[in-house]
């Protein structure tokens, strides 16, 4: 399966971080899957659904409220025949997978570990990608399903599945303009002789009904672009039979002109996540999709990192146009402007936002002392604050002073590479403390860090009420020899990762707080 994780990773404004309901103890969430369901009843669907033959019992004599809790286990085990049998015979007209599987992020774990990061990614797109050929399948067969509705929203289509079933839209469609010329053919010789008489019909692939599939798409390939552009215009005519609604679609590496098009076909009643990154967009071109974007009083996540936005404080026009965009997307609350250069522009941009934003991503933006000014007097309630790749060590008070304000709301802060000086970070960690919601801190790749100030500011991380995981760099003194070659540089690293681990666990117990996770970069 193709690793989507650096374009559906957490960073990207399509998904919410959610970790109003993760448990207090971090060891929790290493547990297996199962260990999280813990009532008889889910108990009894794990082992009705991993035994077969029960399955093949249990799908025509279980009471209809059951099947919830078994297509909860099937998706559980990834028991791909399980969720067929469960799915042919479901007895509700709507089945949306986010009420039957965890959020993506859910927990702190993919934020903090690549792999983790991965592995919830691949789960989510085998999820997606079971749920829409088995029901397709079930269409064909004209099984006793009544399932009318799939959303499969709140999880990532990988692009294969996205061709599969816009394929399958135009398929419908077709069928049904075949069947209404043959009617006609059929009506009008009515009236011919008997022996010139001939009547026509037509095997259908599908039921004559209305169905609807709801996803979010990933593209990032012209040949996907095209079929999906084709099965949005059949979509929205009346007498299509399969509806398609986008509700998160990521574009990238795709060029402006086919962003636009795809825009233009989108329902601005069911978009709710636009991505468009790593799409060259210069300045010219996002006064082209600003339009387009405009018409979308839904939306709430908007990505527009890793391309070539210069609104500089210079560069008026630009700025204009972000705020332009901002300003017409009244639901817009997580935004992400990485790798674009908006230096000292961020007032200009976000002053006329409509609702706070819960999470502003500005890494590599060359952030200013103004910048941060407005941040630290403006209305945002971030959750999620990246800083990183600015050079803020010449106005490190000034970001102390916004951390502080940020308390009430701040889940995670990322400060990565900033230029952080030695005496930075024990002022940093002790601000810390007042961060009564901060749950990720990062802090790597800031060549400033020593061995002492990691052990004499190890006790305000520890007494940081629910910080749970920080990501430091390797101090730069530790002891490595001359004659030493990168491997054993590479022990002796770890070396001095396990010594801490296992200070900070004994401090964790001592101090009777759940587990804090460090994790050292290179």
Known sequence: MVDMSFLYSYKSALYRVALDKEPEDLVSLHCLPLNTLRSLLDLCALHIVGNASLMAVARTTIPTELHDSLLKAALLLSNDTAIEQLMSAWPWKVLSLRNFAQPIFSSLNPLFCEIDLCEQMRRGVKHTTCLAHVFMEC????????????????????????????????????????????????????????????????????????FVFSIDAMLQTEDAHMELCRALSVSRLPESCLKLRINKLDMSCLGVARIVVLLELLDPEFLTGVSVQYNAITNQGLAVIAPPLKKFAH????????????????????????????????????LNLSGNSIKGSLFKILSNTVQPLTMLRASGCSLTELDLVYLLHSEH??????????????????????????????????????????????????????????????????????????????????????????????????????????????????EFSHLIDHVVGRLCVLHKRCALRLAFKL
């Open 381 to 494: 309630r971030l959750e999620e604050l990246d800083m990183s790749e600015n050079a803020l060590s010449s106005c490190f008070p000034l970001v102390l002073s916004l951390i502080r304000t940020l308390s009430p709301s701040l889940l995670i802060l990322e400060m990565e590479d900033v230029g952080l000086q030695s005496d930075d970070f024990s002022l940093l960690f002790e601000t810390c403390l007042q961060l009564q919601k901060l749950r990720l801190l990062n802090v790597a790749r800031n060549s400033q860090l020593l061995r002492t100030i990691i052990v004499d500011s190890i006790a305000f991380l520890i007494m940081t009420p629910r910080l749970q995981a920080v990501k430091l760099s390797y101090p730069t003194d530790i002891e490595v020899d001359d004659g030493m070659d990168e491997r054993q540089i590479a022990g002796r690293k770890k």
């Open 299 to 334: 939306l709430s996540g908007l990505d527009l990192s890793s391309n070539s936005i210069n609104a500089v404080t210079q560069n008026e026009e630009a700025a204009g146009i972000l705020s332009d965009i901002v300003a017409n997307l009244p639901s817009l609350q997580r």
């Open 139 to 210: 269409l064909k067969r004209r099984d006793s399903t009544k399932l009318r509705c799939l959303d499969l929203t709140g999880y990532p289509c990988a692009e294969i599945i996205v061709n599969y079933i816009a394929s399958h839209v135009l398929l419908v469609y077709n069928e049904a303009r075949q069947r209404q010329i043959i009617e006609v053919y059929n009506s009008v010789t009515q009236e011919l002789p008997l022996e010139q008489k001939r009547q026509y019909s037509l095997d259908y692939t599908f039921p004559d009904e209305k």
